[in-house]
Nanobody, 124 residues
Framework: QVQLVESGGGLVQAGGSLRLSCAAS????????MGWFRQAPGKEREFVAR????????YYASSVKGRFAISRNNAKNTVDLQMNSLRPEDTAVYYC?????????????????WGQGTQVTAST
């Protein structure tokens, strides 16, 4: 079966960095656009970043643009999210997701597969 497993979350001081990784199995990874979403306590899940099948067309939410970078390695079936200059408002559970499309979207309903999530906490 399809599995997406996130890792790399943790506690970091505001202004610090973390790198999340998502390992995919059970699917032809290069056929899927990949996305990262997050959900803070008491809030709805929101789009963070997505990357196309080939990896050359990333797209970001305005709240993270310039601070976060999404990348993928189709040979290793992984997608990463480098998070710099973290802010307390970035605190959330972060999820990776797979969308059977060329580019991916910002709409979570379009994503077929999801990981279990990893906690990121940026403290003041």
């Amino acid at each position: 079966q399809v599995q997406l497993v996130e890792s790399g979350g943790g506690l970091v001081q505001a202004g610090g960095s973390l790198r999340l990784s998502c390992a995919a199995s059970g699917l032809i990874f290069s056929n899927y656009a990949m996305g990262w979403f997050r959900q803070a306590p008491g809030k709805e899940r929101e789009f963070v970043a997505r990357i196309s099948r080939s990896g050359n067309l990333p797209y970001y939410a305005s709240s993270v643009k310039g601070r976060f970078a999404i990348s993928r390695n189709n040979a290793k079936n992984t997608v990463d999210l480098q998070m710099n200059s973290l802010r307390p408002e970035d605190t959330a559970v972060y999820y990776c997701a797979a969308d059977y499309s060329l580019l991916g979207t910002t709409n979570e309903a379009d994503y077929e597969y999801w990981g279990q999530g990893t906690q990121v906490t940026a403290s003041t």
